[in-house]
T-cell receptor, first 111, second 113 residues
Framework: NAGVTQTPKFRVLKTGQSMTLLCAQD?????MYWYRQDPGMGLRLIHY???????AKGEVPDGYNVSRLKKQNFLLGLESAAPSQTSVYFC??????????FGSGTRLTVV | SQQGEEDPQALSIQEGENATMNCSYK?????LQWYRQNSGRGLVHLIL?????REKHSGRLRVTLDTSKKSSSLLITASRAADTASYFC?????????????FGQGTTLQVKP
């Protein structure tokens, strides 16, 4: 099925560990985004990309890095996980015009 | 910072009734979008309304936009139990070249059968 696929769906990390979240879309969308969703905070933009090879900071970029080496993939990295990064992470993509297509989310717990 | 703020935060109605959710925002926009999120799932795009439009319909959904008041409303008519979800408005904050959206905190809708 066409859409946005996020892996993994669940992960538990220890403080200080690193990991990479993968987002893949097969709709040839130029724009891709990483959001985190926390109770009472809505969705907050971490990083985004307007095309292959480009990335930019969003509202809450600290502690995260991203890469967009291929148009269909957008990777979100946590170099040294902290409990404050416990959240649900959503990836989204969109074409030039139109709404977002979201992935199903990655639930990350940092202990 | 949040651009859109939804009101009410929670809404509970009976099946068949209409549900109205409101959204206010702070800056100029090119468009405003509404999304639905079922529990434990990703957001699903419902409808987009451009800044030069005042009203838009999609099935049982009706969205209005008042740019002078910086507000929008989402009306779901003849609600069904399956409409139970959280609803978010999102704006582009006037930025047209990045496509990034700023989301409100959402309205949680419960439709009782």
């Amino acid at each position: 099925n066409a859409g946005v696929t996020q892996t993994p769906k669940f992960r538990v990390l220890k403080t200080g560990q690193s990991m990479t979240l993968l987002c893949a879309q097969d709709m040839n969308h130029e724009y891709m985004y990483w959001y985190r969703q926390d109770p009472g905070m809505g969705l907050r933009l971490i990083h985004y990309s307007v095309g292959e090879g480009t990335t930019a900071k969003g509202e809450v970029p600290d502690g995260y890095n991203v890469s967009r080496l291929k148009k269909q993939n957008f990777l979100l990295g946590l170099e040294s996980a902290a409990p404050s990064q416990t959240s649900v992470y959503f990836c989204a993509s969109r074409p030039q015009r139109g709404g977002y297509t979201f992935g199903s989310g990655t639930r990350l717990t940092v202990v | 910072s949040q651009q859109g703020e939804e009101d009410p935060q929670a809404l509970s109605i009976q099946e068949g009734e209409n549900a109205t959710m409101n959204c206010s925002y702070k800056t100029s926009i090119n468009n405003l979008q509404w999304y639905r999120q079922n529990s434990g799932r990703g957001l699903v795009h419902l409808i987009l309304i451009r800044s030069n439009e005042r009203e838009k319909h999609s099935g049982r959904l009706r969205v209005t936009l008042d740019t002078s008041k910086k507000s929008s409303s989402l009306l779901i008519t003849a609600s069904r139990a399956a409409d139970t979800a959280s609803y978010f408005c999102a704006t582009d904050g006037g930025s047209s070249n990045t496509g990034k959206l700023i989301f409100g905190q959402g309205t949680t809708l419960q439709v009782k059968p």
